[in-house]
């Protein structure tokens, strides 16, 4: 079947080309009768709008782009969902980027994006530093981050308030007499890790104690497992908190190696939930992360900013829930 054009439609309508283009992209000069005979000859020859054409007329790109870190895709599939489905219902495209550690650096890559005209982008990067997100405004593009809470011009965060999550979890235990709580290093998701390091030291300085436990993973150790097999033989906790399932799991097979049981000897909760914790035995208790929304909530921003709405939030906090399973006693 031949391919209607934008030439199929002038010439069905009786127009010039550029009248056509004007209806096609929302312009109000065109008059009543000629914008409705435009319209019934596109209703007519079934003519679909170029996408990248319609963006060049509007200087729009009608897409999106859309920053990840590669070792997180397993937890980033929902939150990519999200902002996928919603990017459909408002007509754009999502060009998606992935960056490597210590193989790409996010500046260099959202120069790219933004060299690909695109309209604004959202960023999912747990390693972004406050000094690089300012750098970002120079561009001067609506951006979105996820999962940091930032602000800056033309800049909005959607995220998940994981310093309070571990506050009162930590508070929850405190109240209970068990003082002896660490976190675990997440080097892969140093600024989560240091959200929940700083709710720990705000429960604990809120009682008049300090916070000591945090467990960071010495430089000879490649895995998290590696470091505690070694580590439980001479430590003992009441209360591991761990960012990762994979993280949450080495807890338990490394405590399980040293005797010690979960949870009569241990208790174990791991910060983002997955599918795989209520696998594992004993399963694990996580707090319920709202990923698709984070993802949806996002994409919607980023349509407001792009349509000049009403003002902006800098910031938008989604709620969490705490899921308790069989590695903890309540």
Do not use: W
């Not at 895709?73 to 919603?86: A, E, S």
């Not at 910060?271 to 035995?281: A, C, E, L, Q, T």
Request: charge should be negative; include cysteine; hydrophobic fraction near 35%.
């Amino acid at each position: 079947m031949k391919r209607v054009t934008i030439y199929d439609v002038a010439k069905e309508a009786g127009v010039s080309l550029a009248t056509v283009s004007r209806v096609i992209n929302g312009s109000n000069v065109v008059k009543g009768g000629t914008r409705e005979r435009v319209q019934a000859a596109v209703d007519k020859l079934g003519y679909k709008p170029n996408a990248i054409a319609q963006g060049l007329a509007l200087q729009k790109s009608t897409t999106i782009g859309l920053v990840v870190p590669e070792a997180s895709f397993t937890y980033t599939g929902q939150i990519i969902n999200g902002l996928i489905d919603v990017a459909k219902i408002y007509n754009y495209n999502i060009m998606l980027h992935t960056i490597t550690a210590g193989i790409t650096d996010i500046s260099s890559v959202v120069e790219d994006i933004i060299k690909s005209h695109v309209d604004g982008v959202v960023i999912y990067n747990d390693k972004l530093k406050i000094e690089e997100v300012n750098e970002l405004s120079k561009y001067n593009i609506p951006i979105v981050m996820i999962g940091n809470h930032v602000s800056g011009e033309r800049l909005c965060s959607v995220y998940v308030d994981i310093e309070k999550a571990i506050y009162e979890l930590t508070s929850k235990y405190l109240e209970e007499g068990k003082e002896k709580i660490a976190i675990l290093e997440d080097r892969k998701n140093p600024y989560t890790c240091d959200q929940m390091v700083k709710g720990a030291e705000r429960a604990f300085k809120q009682r008049n104690k300090e916070f000591n436990g945090f467990l960071k993973i010495p430089a000879e150790d490649r895995t998290s497992y590696s470091f505690l097999s070694k580590h439980f033989k001479d430590h003992s906790y009441d209360l591991i908190i761990a960012n990762r399932d994979s993280q949450a799991m080495a807890v338990i097979n490394s405590a399980r190696e040293n005797q010690l049981d979960v949870p009569n000897d241990l208790e174990v909760v791991c910060v983002i939930d997955s599918k795989y914790n209520s696998v594992m035995r004993p399963q694990i208790s996580s707090f319920s992360i709202p990923s698709y929304d984070l993802g949806a909530v996002s994409m919607r921003v980023m349509t407001k900013m792009l349509q000049s709405e009403e003002e902006q939030e800098d910031s938008i906090e989604l709620s969490y829930l705490f899921t308790p399973r069989q590695s903890t006693k309540d």
